[in-house]
């Protein structure tokens, strides 16, 4: 696999480079490299704008990727697949343009604890009442009983993530989503990590809307994926507004909105990073990153003085080091060549109570080999420090 991606070869032939990042942006596979050289040296147009063969043949492009985007993710139907810039742009329009067309003043949105910045924040912009579900600080669990307490006759939406940037998985989600179906609660969840490694089933699964971005599965920056139910989507005002996204302005006062998803793809679609995006969902066919995740996990326990954070499932696994703040943890690997993250993660509301980690994230490069030495090098940090 390590043969897929160039950088890794490029950045090893200057020293050690083990890349434990995968959680920030993944690395890049040559395929999907290609795919978008290949796009902008043969087939680059605008979408929905032409009518020469060369922008007929970009609107295929992307509407043949939009189907595969529909199959990767389960979606209904092509029309619940909207294409964005990112998660944060994503989560931000539906923060939005839910709070205009579903919610009355009162009304309450519920927010795990769980949530990323890019999650949480936009829902404060709405003026909407919030209300934060509070997860255990030991075992990361959202216990279903918090949860019902929670639950008023003004709450509307409960946000919630399959999958967290500081602790993996979401325990109880499913369960979760339940309760949230049986209070008719709207569900929104952002999918930015989730959908690197977990197989998103969205109509099945109940979630109403979702969100990620195409840099933390092996595609592009400037690319993500907004997935809505057709029947809330019919019901919504658009954010953006401009080229492609009407069928007519007859006049100032007299719109009329294009059909579904264009109406939310307001100006030029990133072309380019779809591509990306198709070339990427062909790489991560197969892909399973659950042995190697529970190898990391069992290495690391080996440390005595490392704590794992909120018993982790999934390749995301965060820790605190005794006595070494993380900021130290990561320089010193990233003096060994390791790339690890450290600090708060744009998770406050969860790290504020437990304080900063150092996040190992795993991708489909690394090997057992990567965690063995990055569990060595671990190993003499606090002594690096001064510690006994
Ligand atoms: C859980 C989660 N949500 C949202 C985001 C925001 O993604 P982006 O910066 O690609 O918009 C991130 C990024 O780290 C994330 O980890």
Known sequence: MKESFPELDFQRKKGN???????????????????????YSQDNANTRRGFYPLALNADKICEGIREKVRKF???????????????????????????????KADDEVIISQLEHHSSLL??????????????SLETGEIRPED???????????????????VIGRTKNFEKLVKIAKE????????????????????????????????????????????????????????????????????????????ELPYRFEAGTINLGGIVSLGAAIDFMKGIDLEPLSKTLKV????????????????????????????????????????????????AQPLLEEIGPVTRVSLGVHNTEEDIEYLAKKLATIRQRMGYA
């Not at 709450?155 to 940037?165: C, Q, R």
């Not at 109403?208 to 690319?223: L, R």
Request: charged share 20%; hydrophobic share 40%.
């Open 183 to 258: 209070h008719e609660l709207i569900i929104v969840a952002d999918c930015a990590q989730a959908v690197a490694h977990q197989r998103l089933d969205l109509d099945k699964s109940g979630i109403d809307f979702a969100a990620f971005s195409g840099h933390k599965m092996y595609a592009e920056m400037g690319i993500g994926v907004l997935y809505g139910r057709q029947e809330l989507l019919e019901k919504m005002q658009p954010q953006l507004y401009g080229g492609e996204m009407v069928e007519d302005v007859l006049n100032i006062n007299n719109i009329q909105l294009a």
């Open 17 to 39: 480079f083990y890349y434990f990042d995968s959680a920030a942006t993944t690395l890049k596979p040559a395929s999907v490299i290609k795919a978008v050289s290949d796009y």
């Open 147 to 165: 949860f019902k307490k929670l639950i008023s006759s003004k709450s509307k939406v409960l946000v919630l993530t399959p999958d967290s940037n």
């Open 299 to 346: 290495i690391l326990a080996n440390n005595p003085y490392l704590k794992l954070i909120g018993e982790p499932e999934g390749p995301i696994v965060s820790f605190q080091l005794e006595d070494i703040h993380p900021h130290d943890v990561a320089q010193i690997l990233a003096s060994d060549g390791i790339c690890v993250r450290a600090g708060y993660h744009c």
């Open 122 to 135: 936009p829902w404060r912009e709405t003026g909407a009442k919030i209300k934060i579900l509070p997860c």
């Open 73 to 103: 993710i389960g979606a209904k139907y092509i029309t619940e697949c909207i294409f964005t810039h990112g998660a944060t742009e994503g989560l931000n329009i539906l923060a939005q343009s839910i709070a205009k067309s579903f919610l």
